[in-house]
């Protein structure tokens, strides 16, 4: 990577403001219209696609630092995100600003906690920072190469989210208030990367006990119309908690 | 707090060999004759309790240290540690050593990733280091108060073994080989801190496949000897990733 002068420039100001060595970075998984898609930004300059990031201030809590991150790289406001993991080997990160001098913040060792969320990315309206050229997102099928270990970090946010969907349900704020049966299967098909059985997933679905029936409202069609559900809030939110033995 | 010189004296190494502002504190359960414990250690001079912690060298991945750190606060070696938590806010731990000056490593602050695991804690001999007086063993329904925000880290880490419990089988090295209903019942509601109804908790962990019936050998008995389980290893480890959907 090439020297940039903007960054050389920043240096002093983040050794005097921010916890040294610690970063945070967060994936945020957008689902909208049956696609999930993961935010990603493209550092200026280089071309090189990473997650949206950055450091943790002196009077700041940790999960504040990563919510005005992420609303300062990508314009996204009251994401609430979820810490999942710490990235602390050595040299995931030190070697990518090999060109620069050793005192540089930014060539420093840095650990880094993962967060991550799941929203309907119509509701968020990407946009770019002093460091990026591109803030997009980018579909999870065809993933541009990403620098330094970010790659690895949004797998693990990967096998989180699909874990998740084990004990907890999943759904709430991504699919219309009213939703069929094959509407609900296809956002879980969709997280998972895998077609799935429509008996197994009906059985699986129902003993989470947090659905509700309505009356048919598309009636008039020539074929018989489909069963619509909403999730009952309550139990919805109780079941957040995992299973109760 | 009282000052004591041995911190003093250790302030200038640390400086030099550690990651500043970067802790690692773990949480042991222990399991054993139907006892849940978890490992604490009591620091020297203040009669205070806190998870077994420390700090991360310069040239050391985290999860190495996590081990380390273990490993030297109490003796316990091989323990396989799992990241659960960061605790990152302000002021957790900063004011615990307002006695001393502000360029004492210690007073720095100091941002925690919790680690934790579950043994069988015969396997395992505390021992004292220089900072504590005693490491032992305390049942978890009878905690002596712990300093800092410890006492937060610990019940973070028992939600989430909790949480593990409804997606995750759990009783390898904890049970013996061959075990009955009722002793692997018994550790789910030590671990859940209440008793389950007998018929729904057979029919739930019947649910994950992963027990082998065994011919019963307890016979001879004037009562109806209870059937014998051991766990399929095959499908234990499988189940380990979580619900096939």
Chains 1, 2 share one sequence.
Request: charged share 25%; proline share 3%; net charge negative.
């Amino acid at each position: 990577m090439e020297k940039d002068e903007k960054i050389i420039n920043m240096s002093k100001e983040l050794w005097a403001e921010y916890m040294p060595h610690l970063s945070v970075d967060s994936v945020v998984f957008g689902f909208h219209e049956n696609q999930l898609k993961v935010l990603l930004v493209r550092m200026a300059g280089t071309g090189l696609w990473l997650l949206p990031g950055g450091y943790v201030r002196k009077n700041e809590d940790v999960a504040d630092a990563a919510e005005r991150v992420l609303q300062e790289r990508t314009g996204a406001e009251r994401i609430y995100l979820q810490q999942f993991g710490v990235f602390g080997n050595l040299n995931r990160s030190e070697d990518f600003f090999q060109a620069y001098d050793d005192d540089l913040w930014h060539k420093q060792r840095f650990i880094s906690i993962g967060f991550y969320a799941l929203v309907d990315h119509s509701t968020v309206n990407p946009k770019v920072d002093i460091y990026s050229d591109r803030c997009e997102w980018q579909s999870i099928v065809s993933l541009p190469e990403m620098g330094m270990d970010h790659r690895t970090i949004y797998d693990t946010a990967l096998t989180v989210l699909r874990q998740q969907l084990s004990y907890k349900p999943i759904g709430m704020n991504l699919l219309p208030e009213r939703f069929t049966m094959t509407e609900l299967q296809t956002l879980y098909e969709t997280i998972l990367g895998k077609t799935l059985n429509r008996g197994n997933f009906y059985r699986r679905i129902m003993r989470f006990g947090i659905l509700v029936k309505h009356e048919d409202l598309r009636k008039g069609g020539a074929h018989k119309a489909p069963n619509l559900y909403s999730f009952d809030p309550v139990k919805y939110h109780e079941s957040l908690q995992g299973i109760d033995w």
